[in-house]
């Protein structure tokens, strides 16, 4: 059983001594109530504000922050999810997601392939390489951004590779619930995937943030639920089915007409030869 405990939180733009104190004190809890990962939102240390990250962050700071990061996981011996910005060889800004374990050893790293909005546009540049997946305590593991979810292709590229469990670091402002409750829902649902989903709350540069952070279940219901505000969701992931049992007779749909998850083998039923014809 691998328990995963969620930040949702407010980070002072710029303020690297004061994020990583709250991201800390937010391990701290976590590891105390037994979780083995902690997930925290997109940029979170230096928080959410991509212009002035492109033109105040001195990029050499941030070996220290990560430094630093894999520091807390180690000192509360929980595994970590941090989001920073990344200069590649070629000198592009990218937003990356990191996950360390509980000894601050970096596990996995991916760069955001969909950019939103002009200001991560005008400051940043989009990756391309797809999301791949690290074996976690057991569970098939991949980490996507905050705008990648809202596309079926990274979610589905993820469980393709055999992914169980997708990360999602997010920075998703008001106006958008639909994200959290309709798309993140449908992206676990479709994978039969879990899907956790943690965002800032609070306004930041300017931007007011939506909160309403979710772990979503294969099945596509809600395991946990922010409100708008400061919090520390926890949910235990389920066990995989096993696709190698038989269904019980009478099993071959819900109550109402709905297929049980274990019945609708979405990624089995995929026709990719078809959809390459069509041009998709």
Request: with cysteine; glycine share 8%.
């Amino acid at each position: 059983m691998v328990l995963l405990a969620l930040m949702q939180a407010n980070a002072a733009v710029l303020d690297v001594e004061a994020n990583c104190a709250a991201l800390e004190e937010a391990a701290r809890k976590a590891a105390a109530a037994g979780a083995h990962v902690l997930l925290t939102p997109e940029l979170f240390p230096v928080g959410y504000a991509p212009r002035r990250i492109r033109a105040e962050l001195d990029p050499a700071a941030l070996p220290a922050i990560r430094r630093a990061l894999a520091g807390i996981a180690a000192r509360h011996g929980i595994a970590l999810v941090y989001s920073l910005p990344a200069l590649t060889e070629d000198g592009d800004w990218q937003i990356t997601a990191t996950l360390v374990d509980a000894r601050g050893t970096e596990l996995l790293s991916y760069a955001k392939v969909q950019l939103f909005g002009a200001e991560e546009r005008q400051a940043f540049s989009p990756a391309d390489a797809a999301p791949t997946v690290v074996d976690f305590g057991g569970v098939p593991t991949s980490l996507v951004i905050c705008y990648d979810v809202e596309f079926p292709e990274t979610v589905r590229a993820a469980a393709v590779r055999g992914a169980r469990l997708v990360l999602v670091p997010t920075a998703l402002s008001e106006g958008f619930e639909a994200v959290p409750q309709l798309l993140v829902r449908a992206r676990a649902l479709e994978n039969q995937v879990t899907v956790a989903y943690a965002n800032h709350s609070g306004t930041e540069d300017g931007c007011d943030f939506l909160g309403g952070s979710v772990i979503a279940a294969p099945d596509g219901s809600l395991l946990a639920a922010a409100g708008a505000g400061p919090e520390l969701l926890f949910a235990e992931l389920p066990e995989p089915a096993d696709e190698g049992a038989e269904a019980d007779e009478g099993t071959e749909a819900a109550e109402g007409g709905e297929a049980a998850e274990a019945d609708v083998a979405y990624l089995a039923d995929r026709r990719p030869e078809i959809y390459r014809s069509w041009n998709v």
